[in-house]
């Protein structure tokens, strides 16, 4: 099994920035493209970022386009998302995830393609 361990979350106000990093445990880590989604509260599941396992390829929401950008360092095993000019409807709870395929330059938003979760950290942007 796969530890995901988002960190970094919290309370800003609209136009500021976060950074959030998601710390994987295993051996296997860099040979995964990586997502993160995000929940609000009586809402589905969105998919926000992913990122190939050698950092050729990134995918981004139209919605959040332009605004956060998706990094990992493999030598930490840890994914970034980091988060510019946040907007109240940017709340959510952001989760990272592990991707089913190995070696893959091949991105999905669909949250079935991912096998492994964290537990998410709460974003809250205040208007």
């Known amino acids: 099994q796969v530890q995901l361990v988002e960190s970094g979350g919290g309370l800003v106000q609209a136009g500021g920035s976060l950074r959030l990093s998601c710390a994987a445990s295993g051996r296997t880590f860099s040979r995964y493209a990586m997502g993160w989604f995000r929940q609000a509260p009586g809402k589905e599941r969105e998919f926000v970022a992913a990122?190939?396992?050698?950092?050729?390829?990134?995918a981004y929401a139209d919605f959040v386009k332009g605004r956060f950008t998706i990094s990992r360092d493999n030598t930490k095993n840890t994914v970034y998302l980091q988060m510019n000019s946040l907007k109240p409807e940017d709340t959510a709870v952001y989760s990272c995830a592990l991707d089913r395929s190995y070696y893959t330059q091949l991105l999905s938003s669909n949250p079935e393609q991912y096998n492994y979760w964290g537990q998410g950290t709460q974003v809250t942007v205040s208007s």
């Open positions: 990122i190939s396992w050698n950092v050729v390829s990134t």
